[in-house]
């Protein structure tokens, strides 16, 4: 399974962006598809989780009521909407997924995408 970040960017604090994970290869195999995020000297941490098949989402605290975790079946794409950032949603977000649950921690993930970088300007 291949995972392919994009969307990051520069944004203002109170602005949104989407970012979107393809899968290719052996998608059928991956149960859940999440991002986590990583801010310099900080370890990774969860943000948002789907099912392969676009049921169960799952936040985090820190994200909930601001973003918006969903999977177009057609294109293979989970993408993650973000609304409201703030200054401490500034980090390299990640695309992952794991073969036998919703992703939520990172020593189960399976696969990994390359990082994508999100700063929020305050």
Same mark, same amino acid.
């Given at each position: 399974?291949?995972?392919?970040?994009?969307? *990051?960017?520069?944004? !203002? %604090?109170? #602005?949104?962006? =989407?970012?979107?994970? +393809? &899968?290719?290869?052996?998608?059928?195999?991956?149960?859940?598809? *999440?991002?986590?995020? !990583? %801010?310099? #000297?900080?370890? =990774?941490?969860?943000? +948002? &989780?789907?099912?392969?098949?676009?049921?169960?989402?799952?936040?985090?605290?820190?994200?909930?009521?601001?973003?918006?975790?969903?999977?177009?079946? +057609?294109?293979?794409?989970?993408?993650?909407?973000?609304?409201?950032?703030?200054?401490?949603?500034?980090?390299?977000?990640?695309?992952?997924?794991?073969?036998?649950?919703?992703?939520?921690?990172?020593?189960?993930?399976?696969?990994?995408?390359?990082?994508?970088?999100?700063?929020?300007?305050?």
């Amino acid at each position: 399974v291949q995972l392919q970040a994009s969307g *990051g960017g520069l944004v !203002q %604090a109170g #602005g949104s962006l =989407r970012l979107s994970c +393809a &899968a290719s290869g052996r998608t059928f195999t991956m149960y859940g598809v *999440g991002w986590f995020r !990583q %801010a310099p #000297g900080k370890e =990774r941490e969860f943000v +948002a &989780a789907i099912r392969w098949n676009g049921g169960s989402p799952s936040y985090a605290n820190s994200v909930k009521g601001r973003f918006t975790i969903s999977r177009d079946s +057609a294109k293979n794409v989970v993408s993650l909407q973000m609304n409201s950032l703030k200054p401490e949603d500034t980090a390299v977000y990640y695309c992952a997924a794991d073969r036998s649950r919703l992703p939520g921690t990172t020593t189960t993930i399976d696969y990994w995408g390359q990082g994508t970088q999100v700063t929020v300007s305050s």
